[in-house]
């Protein structure tokens, strides 16, 4: 069981770039990663997600190094709005949900 | 397209009163899901549903029961309701595979 830990909370300034990682040291082969971002009283919204190397799509980029034992999301030129919690999720190719363990999340809060 | 959608928003019980929570999705959606956040916390998987006709346990599925009724409609159900089960309610979709869910915008239970 693929268990993620991340940081509980981060700080950063409007412009900035935010990098968050996320450990999985367990995880197993058939399992990709996925980042979503919850804003309070919303449900999760999905990020990116990525399976190895390098992912990048129109808000985030996903890097993850060759052994697969952590992740990091980055959020270029973060403003206001992203503050949110960010979860890493780790799960497998199937519909194997018993791996759909979201954790506590790290909570961004992006200041002026 | 409404997405997913979840009936009631806020709900109050109490104590040994029952209910069922409401779950709908128009996007063709093999596997839904049900998930509690607590206060503060992350999400946590109460019960799943891999395709119509089937549904599995998930890390906490103690105190619900819930029901695949069609391919759109997954519901959730409190026999007896305890306030332990005071939170949010997310239910969510998503395509069978390495794809992302979508959920609901969650509903608000208080149990007294």
């Known amino acids: 069981l693929a268990k993620t830990t991340q940081p509980i909370s981060m700080d950063s300034y409007e412009g900035q770039e935010v990098n968050i990682t996320c450990s999985h040291n367990?995880?197993?082969?058939?399992?990709?990663i996925t980042w979503y971002q919850q804003f309070p009283s919303q449900g999760p919204r999905f990020i990116i997600q990525?399976?190895?190397t390098k992912v990048t799509n129109e808000v985030a980029s996903l890097f993850i190094p060759a052994d697969r034992k952590s992740s990091t999301l980055s959020l270029p030129r973060v403003s206001l709005s992203d503050t949110a919690v960010y979860y890493c999720?780790?799960?497998?190719?199937?519909?194997?949900?018993?791996?759909?363990?979201f954790g506590s999340g790290t909570r961004l809060l992006v200041r002026p | 397209n409404a997405g997913v959608t979840q009936t009631p928003k806020f709900q109050v019980l109490k104590t040994g009163q029952s209910m069922t929570l409401q779950c709908a999705q128009d996007?063709?959606?093999?596997?839904m899901y049900w998930y509690r956040q607590d206060p503060g916390m992350g999400l946590r998987l109460i019960y799943y549903?891999?395709?119509?006709?089937?549904?599995d346990k998930g890390e906490v599925p103690n105190g619900y029961n819930v029901s695949r009724l069609n391919k759109r409609e997954f519901s959730l159900r409190l026999e007896s309701a305890a306030p332990s089960q005071t939170s949010v309610y997310f239910c969510?979709?998503?395509?069978?595979?390495?794809?992302?869910?979508?959920f609901g915008p969650g509903t608000r239970l208080t149990v007294t």
């Open positions: 969510a979709s998503k395509y069978s595979g390495p794809y992302e869910q979508y």
């Open positions: 367990n995880i197993a082969t058939n399992d990709y």
């Open positions: 990525g399976y190895k």
């Open positions: 999720l780790v799960s497998a190719w199937g519909d194997s949900s018993y791996k759909l363990i």
């Open positions: 996007m063709n959606h093999n596997s």
């Open positions: 549903s891999a395709s119509e006709g089937t549904t």
